[in-house]
């Protein structure tokens, strides 16, 4: 995941299919074998009913704690990131400094 949009992405769609599949939704268990494969062409066009569950996933799930989730995981992500970025200038310090000295 690239950013922020897809963390976003990512925790809504795995919230839709966590729901499907605790209502006992066969299609979930097909869709996680490898040879599924899923395209931007089946999300066009979406039935009335497909929009209604959208909706009441974003009002009852997404505004009610889902966001914060994914608000967390992005934390965790950019720190994590922040920290190597850290930790990769204070190794090329020390080898640098090591340089001078003529250690390496």
């Known amino acids: 995941m690239s950013g922020r949009g897809d963390v976003c992405a990512?925790?809504?769609a795995r919230g839709i299919v966590a729901i499907l599949e605790k209502l006992g939704c066969d299609?979930?268990?097909a869709l996680a074998q490898t040879e599924a494969t899923l395209s931007i062409?089946?999300?066009k066009d979406p039935?009335?009913?497909a929009s209604l569950v959208g909706g009441k996933f974003f009002t009852?799930?997404?505004e009610n704690g889902d966001r914060e989730m994914a608000h967390e995981i992005i934390k965790k992500s950019e720190k994590d990131s922040h920290d190597a970025k850290e930790a990769t200038k204070a190794a090329e310090k020390a080898a640098e400094?090591?340089?001078?000295?003529g250690i390496a």
């Open 27 to 29: 299609h979930v268990k």
């Open 60 to 62: 009852n799930i997404w």
């Open 10 to 12: 990512f925790s809504g």
């Open 97 to 101: 400094l090591e340089r001078r000295i």
């Open 41 to 43: 062409e089946d999300t």
């Open 47 to 49: 039935s009335a009913e």
